[in-house]
């Protein structure tokens, strides 16, 4: 039986030993949406960016929520796999190894969800301004999987204890992570790619594969 389908955006990498990047927009982005941010952090990975299958008010999300913050568990559980079983598809497909999710608020939210539930699908993850996807969340074995999470300190949308619960729930299924805080609200800054890029060079370099190059002013998602 065949994945799920999603409308993607694929970039091959240009360097062979990248770290493959999975980029996860936020509410009402597309498959487009973080190619800039996936390049400026990570300039010669592979990029696999698929669009949300749900639709708010028009807006692609990758999970249907029933009001702000508060999310549908049953849906998250189901996206979640259906996202998971597309990554497998996709790397036969571009014959790519297990990506490291880059998400954003939305992306962010499915990306833990995929880590909990489906602990063996990512070698790792970007996490930006994420919050805790499920309220009864399995434990698995990250089996140390890297995970950055960044959080702004000013978020209205993402309490500062649901993100340090995060990472909480990410630690005890033994993921290695790295919970990090800016001076900044949801939405992106500067700082985040600077952060994002020398935790994933620093990450990558201690596998063996690589995640090279500098980028200078990145156009942020404008979707959260």
Known sequence: MSAPAFIH????????????????????????????????????????????????HGMPRFFRRLTEGVFDEDDVRHQANALADFVGDARTRYRIASPIALGYSN???????????????????????????????????????????????????????????????????????EHRVLPAGHGLSNADVTMARQWLRETTAQDGTTAVGVASHVAMPRHG
């Open 9 to 56: 955006r694929f970039e091959a990498a240009t360097s062979p030993g990248a770290a493959p990047l999975l980029l996860l927009h936020g509410t009402g982005g597309d498959e487009n949406d973080l190619v800039a941010l996936g390049r400026a952090i990570a300039p010669d990975a592979a990029l696999l960016s698929p669009r949300g299958n749900v639709l708010e």
């Open 107 to 177: 992306g962010a939210n499915i990306a833990a969800a995929m880590l909990l539930l489906r602990p063996q699908v990512l070698s790792g993850a970007i996490l930006l301004r994420a919050m805790v996807p499920l309220s009864a969340a399995p434990r698995g074995d990250l089996a140390a999987r890297p995970v950055l999470i960044i959080s702004g300190a000013q978020d209205p949308i993402v309490p500062a204890q649901n993100a340090a619960r995060l990472a909480d729930l990410l630690r005890a299924s033994r993921a290695a992570v």
